[in-house]
């Protein structure tokens, strides 16, 4: 599974604001916001997908994300 975690709208993001104003400064004018987040990829076995992803949903609200400011969405990939 993959766990994409971003900073929730509205809350201060000075990692995407510091890149936001580096790519700015090299001339990429363009760029009209940056928000910085991070990946998560987690092998587990489960016997459903639905299962899968209740375990993925609960170890982001316990641990990988925080649920207060971040938002997460899941991915989760099956192999036979």
């Known amino acids: 599974m993959e766990v994409r975690i ?6 201060l993001d000075p990692e995407g604001k510091a890149v936001h104003n580096a790519l700015r ?3 990429f004018g363009e760029v009209q916001d940056v928000r910085v987040g991070r990946l998560v990829r987690v092998e587990l076995t ?4 639905e299962e899968a992803f209740a375990r993925a949903d609960a170890m982001c609200r316990q641990l990988l994300a ?4 971040e938002d997460y969405e899941i991915d989760i990939d099956t192999i036979s």
């Open 66 to 69: 925080n649920p207060v400011t």
């Open 25 to 27: 400064s090299l001339d």
């Open 6 to 11: 971003t900073p929730r709208e509205g809350l």
């Open 46 to 49: 489960a016997p459903t997908v």
